[in-house]
């Protein structure tokens, strides 16, 4: 696999809207090119009869079967509130009367 060029790095960081200096991009590209062998040996590894996974473990999702239940009632929301007022929960004032 060839080496990522430090113009290529440049044009990456462009798109991605990063400012690097000279000294950054210079540090950078060696560090991309051994990230992106890395990548390129583990796709090596698995052969044709190995199939792509994305865990290890078998999951599934378990969903709970949607039904409609009948919700509470004003009165039985607001039966344990410290205060009600007009079917609503009555809470302090925490603004003042500036608009």
């Known amino acids: 696999m060839p080496e990522i060029s430090r113009d290529e790095v440049a044009h990456l960081a462009t798109l991605a809207r990063i400012d690097l200096s000279d000294a950054e991009l210079d540090h ?8 992106l062998e890395s990548v390129a040996s583990i796709s090596g590894v698995a052969g ?13 999702n378990v969903f709970r079967e949607d039904v409609v239940v009948p919700g509470l009632t004003a009165e039985q929301a607001l ?14 004032r925490i603004l003042g009367d500036e608009q």
Not at 48 to 60: K, R
């Open 48 to 60: 044709a009869d190995v199939p792509p996974t994305s865990h290890p473990m078998p999951l599934t």
């Open 28 to 35: 950078l590209a060696p560090q991309l090119s051994v990230i």
């Open 79 to 92: 039966a344990m509130a410290p205060a009600a007022e007009e079917q609503r929960f009555a809470v302090p």
